[in-house]
């Protein structure tokens, strides 16, 4: 065990480095993916039949398919296109395809949307019936009761299962190493690996890093659960 090797001014940089990004990665994606998962949980719950089918079929894709092919779809795949490679030098947004960050983040916030907005349609659909009975007899239209009754509510009830979907999130970060030029967390482990033949002690301290994110997000989400969700706790006699 050389765990000095680890400890190293430039081993611990590298790793600081990898940090930022997963961190980067994960908060982006995360931010990204709730704007599309809120808007793909509305059509998956709206009165028109062709925008839930369509929506419904897409996270039927994203559930369906692995994120790394997802992630090789978007970073390899799209640049074989002739169409898109004839404008990915001067046409926005075809020069970001260039960019392994941004081709990594597309991949991680339409894969987490997918989750999410299945994850909130479901809460929304088990919206109990007198909260809209309630809502309707206080005279508020359908958007109306969407927006202040229906969807805080399915929010709040979403927050422990989408709390695993965050943990899930950050370590589907480590498939970003896949990618050349990304040094997440996982890419510097792999480094110090090639350049010193420590594989132990290289992936052993990025899973402690690992470790102390998830710690720290499912402290945040417990946080939260007893703050959004304190009417459903068990009363105590």
């Known amino acids: 065990m050389k765990w000095e090797v680890i400890f190293q001014p430039a081993s611990l940089a590298l790793y600081a480095e990898g940090v930022v990004t997963t961190l980067t990665l994960l908060l982006s994606s995360l ?7 809120l808007l793909f949980a509305l059509a998956l719950t709206s009165s028109i039949a062709p925008l839930r ?52 983040l597309l991949a991680f916030s339409l894969n987490t949307a997918g989750y999410a907005a299945e994850m909130l349609a479901g809460s929304i659909r088990e919206t109990a019936a007198g909260e809209i009975e309630a809502a ?32 899930m999130m950050l370590h589907s970060t480590s498939l970003a190493s896949t990618v050349p030029a990304m040094l ?12 010193f033949y420590l594989p132990f002690e290289a992936y052993l301290f990025a899973a402690g890093i690992y470790l102390l994110i998830t710690f720290t997000l499912v402290g945040c989400f417990k946080l939260a659960e007893r703050r959004f969700l304190a009417h459903l706790a068990p009363r105590r006699h």
Not at 31 to 37: D, E, M, Q, T
Not at 58 to 81: A, C
Not at 137 to 160: C, D, H, K
Request: hydrophobic share 50%.
């Open 31 to 37: 931010g990204i993916g709730a704007v599309l998962a």
């Open 53 to 104: 089918a369509l929506v419904g079929a897409y996270t039927y894709v994203i559930r369906g398919t692995p994120l790394l092919i997802q992630l090789y779809l978007i970073y390899y795949g799209l640049g074989q296109l002739e169409w898109i490679q004839a404008r990915w030098d001067t046409v926005w947004p075809w020069t970001h395809f260039k960019e392994p960050f941004f081709c990594a």
């Open 136 to 167: 309707q007899a206080m005279g508020m239209s359908r958007w109306q009761a969407m927006q202040r009754v229906v969807l805080p509510s399915a929010l709040r009830r979403t927050l422990p299962a989408y709390s695993n979907e965050v943990v």
């Open 184 to 195: 997440d967390v996982t890419a510097a482990a792999s480094r110090i690996y090639s350049d």
